[in-house]
């Protein structure tokens, strides 16, 4: 049974979304955001207020991953979000590229600091000189400290919410150990862990791999990395981070302890660094969402299920409506039982197909519609977010089946927008088809020759060439960087015969490059 159109259907008009996906992107994404309730925008320019929609998920991928490094033996702390003008500069070399982000404190009501205090854009300078404190001995090692806190960075590039904000939420883990073998096998333990954040929550498919000489933390020994996908604008994106720094922090801040086999001899700890930020939030909307709005993964969404009362109309007997009435509210205490995130839509100044938008404006992932023909039939309606696909279920089985149908959606939308990533992962190997791959939207694989030089070349190139294509001469054209060399290697470099697509050159391993976030 349909649900009757209200006529309150034309007199309510719905904060629909106004601007297509596919023609607006950016006015679309902004709009999915605030209509589905996820994001406010603030009065201060690349500041953003997180909704209870959106916090809720960074909560989800909180709890989740935090529960992974406590069994890796990582311990919460927090440290200060001022840092010292004297403490920043120690670490001059690495913070210098960085140095025009860094935002200052110089004022306490009208009186000048005595000296500026800078906000921590990230905590190594903040944490490291504590570490070379409490780190005497090997026995004090490792030390694996987290904090969950938010940075400041004072980005002049157009921000984005959740992309590039000038405040962002994140977790920042800064490990020592006495071998670099101990070090190296944690970079990947954790980078699997982002890996597993972005495609068993976010439904987000990723590539893993290692960053160039040229990508990589500056300051570190080397850099891995999640790489996502953004179908809408066929850019790459940088999802999380996790660094080998080596010894160079453990130099600069001298964090040493006695060799445990040569006595009065030191060593120099092996240290990493990893993130995962509430970008991952922006990425999840950009892949998901469409033209209706939100569409939210079940495993972080805050509401998974709304229960809608239909078909209720001037003709309805006082029987039938509280048989629908009790029977909704029934289903909700049911299923939250069974531990589904579940509410029930009783509003009655709005008509059913007001609400059916209004939650799938929200990206509610399943809606249930119950109504006095299916309180005859004792069973209930289904309709997924994703597709909009109908199934009905009876009524004695949904404490099992919507349990089910939510894992089914969940995977759902994982395999689509992984047909979608591998769709546009495309390996070229002639130069010539390089840059025709990313105007058609495509991440592009080459055989490299792993030189820097060239690296600069290929984004030089691409973005000339790319302007010279363009329709619209004043059309900026976004050169392509390297986003990783993918862990998992293609076939099909001979050592000594392939040759680097972009210089000609020896190749020696297949590396992904793109225009990217
Ligand atoms: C901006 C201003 C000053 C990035 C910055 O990726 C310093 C920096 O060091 C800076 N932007 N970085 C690199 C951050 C490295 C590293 N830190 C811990 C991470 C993960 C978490």
């Known amino acids: 049974m349909g649900p009757k159109k209200a006529a309150n259907d034309s007199k309510t008009p719905l904060i629909s979304i106004t601007s297509p996906k596919e023609e607006d992107f950016p006015s679309w994404y902004q709009q999915v955001l605030t209509k589905g309730d996820m994001l406010e925008y603030y009065d201060v320019s690349g500041c953003y207020i997180m909704k209870p929609g959106s916090y ?15 069994a890796l033996g990582v311990q919460n702390a927090y440290f200060p979000m001022f840092v010292s003008s004297r403490v920043l500069e120690k670490e001059k070399d690495h913070v210098e590229g960085f140095a025009p982000e860094v935002a200052w404190v110089t004022k306490a009501g009208t009186t000048d600091l005595e000296e500026p205090i800078a906000i921590r854009p990230t905590s190594e300078t903040v944490m490291y000189p504590y570490y070379a404190k409490w780190i005497r001995s090997h026995r004090d090692l490792p030390l694996k400290l987290n904090q ?19 405040e962002f939420l994140w977790q920042e883990g800064h490990t020592a150990f006495l071998t670099q073998t101990e070090a190296e096998s944690e970079v990947l333990q954790i980078l699997d862990l982002y890996a597993r954040v972005y495609s068993e929550l976010l439904a987000v498919p990723v590539i893993k791999g290692r960053k160039t000489e040229k990508e990589k933390f500056a300051g570190g020994f080397f850099t891995t990395t999640t790489e996502g996908y953004i179908p ?5 994106i940088q ?13 600069m801040f001298g964090i040493t302890v006695e060799d445990p086999n040569k006595v009065g001899e030191k060593i120099n700890v092996w240290q990493n660094s990893w993130g995962l930020s509430t970008r991952t939030i922006g990425v999840m909307v950009m892949i998901h969402g469409d033209d209706k709005g939100l569409v939210m993964p079940p495993r972080v969404a805050q509401t998974q299920v709304v229960v809608i009362p239909c078909g209720i109309t001037v003709k309805t007997t006082e029987e039938d409506k509280t048989n629908v009435n009790s029977g909704v509210e029934e289903i909700a205490k049911v ?19 007001w ?15 119950f109504g006095p023909m299916d309180f005859k039939k004792q069973q209930v309606m289904s309709v997924r977010r ?10 004695s089985d949904i404490s099992s089946a919507v349990p089910q149908l939510l894992e089914d959606i969940q995977t759902e939308m994982y395999n689509k927008a992984k047909a979608q990533f591998d769709q546009h992962v495309v390996r070229v190997t002639k130069w010539d088809d390089f840059v025709p791959a990313l105007n058609a939207k495509n991440l592009v694989q080459i055989p490299w020759c792993g030189v820097m030089q060239c690296e600069e070349e290929i984004k030089d190139k691409s973005a000339r060439q790319a302007s010279d294509e363009a329709e619209d001469e004043r059309a900026p054209s976004m050169g392509a960087k390297s986003l990783c060399i993918p862990f998992e290697q293609p076939e099909g470099i001979v050592k000594g015969e392939t040759k680097c697509a972009a210089c000609g050159k020896e190749a020696i391993q297949w590396c992904m490059f793109g225009r990217s976030y």
């Not at 809720?56 to 406590?70: L, M, N, R, S, T």
């Not at 939250?336 to 059913?352: F, H, L, M, Q, W």
């Open 355 to 369: 609400k059916f938008s209004d939650w799938e404006l929200r990206g509610v992932p399943l809606r249930i519609e």
């Open 232 to 236: 809408a604008t066929g850019r790459g």
């Open 386 to 395: 994703t597709s909009g696909a109908k199934q009905s279920i009876p009524l």
């Open 148 to 166: 969950w806190n938010s940075v400041v960075r004072w980005e002049f590039k157009h921000p984005q919410p959740f992309l590039r904000t000038r």
């Open 56 to 70: 809720y998920v960074w909560e989800q991928i909180q709890g989740w991953f935090d529960g992974q490094i406590k």
């Open 335 to 353: 299923l939250k039982e069974a531990g589904v995130r579940v509410i029930t839509d009783t509003r009655d100044n709005y008509s059913p197909g």
């Open 239 to 251: 999802g999380a981070t996790s660094h080998c720094l080596g010894q160079n922090f453990s130099k």
